[in-house]
């Protein structure tokens, strides 16, 4: 079979090998029904289909409608929406980072039951032809792992949901065509279920031209994640609803003890390992999210460097990410707040906050601001001096004289008063950008949509911290110690000799930075409405001409003072929407909206 490259056009062209002349000159919609399910290019046509519907799995990107493409804007979204970064220049997030989260719904949405039928029918169809058995259960397989990650995106977002798992027809009862929602927990429970079902029919190992697909360890990754979030939801949430939404705290034990067999199951195997293949920390982790198919990857969707608005699969982060300026002189979209740069600690252990007061008095160097920060820091985040492409990042606003004053236009003997990278397009610059997943050595900061980096939907690192809170939520400490010291081990920093629920906590919110798990992790640990409802700030970087040091200012209320970021209680579900409860009056609001 032939390598997923999922594509905004929702075409047969996912797979570049077999029988492509079929397809194309066939359109799939033409072909008998009888001809598609007993044909194994035309099945394996119809599944590819279906990935390319799958646009989640690019950092939860929701939408593909025109100018808001999931592979161009709502891939920050996940990032934005939480206390990692600001929207620079396209901040359709702020809509619901004010509050502004009604009933109408339109951002972060994942409704996908036309996919969801597609995959019915296909797990339904597939059975009865008469392709090769195990190839059979191998493509059945992979539609209930594809479903069964659908249905993550919604319970995650919406709580209980209908479950529907069969095709309906227009002459089904009433009850069957407009289903009520699920519970919360029945949802969960599917989920894991559904991995349990098809873990043995799927290959463990994914190579050569069926990179794309899942093995047993991805189906296993989201069950392990699902598994964390649901004891999550129990621990910390309420039931509402009958529960529809939350789920009853005595079930919290039972998930996390599925997360953490699930994740010591992975482990065990030895088939993956955390990415270590550079003596240089920051170099090895960066190059983690840039080196395909490494140790650590457990499953990825698939890019390439061609624009899929003409067949390929790239995709459109670096036009966007890459610091400023670059094409239509824009990027630098996610701009991290000052609060995350403090996340990261120094290497011996001790906290990466700064004294506001002593930041901005005197003159610092980058050096003495960042050298000795955790090595990640410098492979995920970029700022002033940051090497990028034979020259260092100037993000500097403004240019102290030597008479000590300070100018703010133009130039001061020859020296510009701003530098390149400050990002003069919007109001307010936290002074950062996210270098992660950018790939300095592509022309695709200036071309749309030809970015070539797999994006990591499941990755080693991830399966370790989700093991360590499972533990740590069983009990386990000693077992969520050793977890978290390999992360921080192979970061390059001091590894701990105890550990506490905010420790593991931190840990993720470092490691995982800018992968889209924070806002949700904030979600399920009900921890949104203080996090998510708090001012953050950035820094501004003033050039001294005579000692080429800087004065620092701190930026408070960086997001603006006209509204102030709030995450209200009922926000901890998305709204059903108006739409969908009128489509379907059987389906019941979430509380609060």
Known sequence: ???????????????????????????????????????????????????????????????????????????????????????????????????????????????????????????????????????????????????????????????????????????????????????????????????????????????????????????????????????????????????????????????????????????????????NADADKSTNYRNLFLVKNNSEVIFAKRHNNLDPRTGGAGWGYDFFQSPAPQAWGAGNQDAPYLEMVEEYEYTDGT???????????????????????????KATIYTQNTPWKGRELQFYKGIIDESGNIINGGSYNGVLSQGGAYFAQVGSNTGFGVLKYLDETSNADFNWGTSSQDYIVFRYGEVLLNYAEAAFELNKSADALNAVNQIRDRAGIKILTAITREQIRHERKVELAFEGHRYWDLRRWRQAVTELSKQNSGLQYILDFTTKKFKLLVINQVDGTVALPAFYEQNYYLPITIVRTANNPNLVENPGY
């Open 1 to 275: 079979m032939k390598k997923i490259f999922v594509s905004i056009f929702v075409m047969l062209f996912a797979f570049t090998s077999c029988k492509k002349d079929v397809l194309d000159k066939v359109p799939l919609d033409i072909i008998s029904d009888a001809a598609v399910w007993n044909d194994p290019v035309l099945i394996d046509a119809y599944l590819n289909q279906v990935y390319s519907e799958m646009y989640i799995f690019t950092n939860d990107g929701d939408t593909k409608s025109g100018y808001q493409e999931g592979m161009w804007f709502s891939m920050f979204n996940a990032n934005e929406l939480s206390d990692e970064a600001k929207a620079n220049w396209v901040d359709d997030s702020y809509r619901y980072k004010f509050g502004n989260l009604r009933v109408e719904g339109g951002l972060f949405e994942w409704w996908p039951y036309n996919t969801i039928r597609k995959l019915n029918e296909f797990i339904q169809r597939v059975p009865e032809s008469p392709i090769d058995d195990a190839l059979k259960a191998r493509r059945v397989a992979e539609a209930r792992f594809l479903r069964a990650f659908a249905y993550f995106g919604m319970v995650k977002r919406y709580g209980g949901v209908p479950l529907i798992t069969v095709v309906q027809n227009l002459t089904d009862p009433e009850d069957v065509l407009y289903p009520k929602r699920d519970k919360e927990e029945d949802v969960y429970n599917f989920i894991i279920a559904e991995i349990d079902a098809i873990t043995n029919d799927l290959p463990q190992t994914i190579t050569g031209n069926d990179l794309g697909r899942p093995s047993s360890y991805a189906a296993m990754a989201l069950q392990c994640r699902a598994a964390l979030y649901a004891g999550s939801i129990a621990k910390y949430g309420t039931v509402k609803i009958n529960g529809v939404v939350g789920i009853d705290a005595s079930k919290a034990d039972g998930f996390y003890q599925k997360a953490y067999d699930v994740a010591q199951t992975i482990i065990s195997s030895g088939a993956f390992s955390l990415y």
């Open 351 to 377: 906290s990466g906050k700064f004294n506001r007061d002593d930041l901005q008095q005197g003159l610092h160097t980058t050096e003495e601001l960042f050298g000795n920060k955790d090595p990640r820091f």
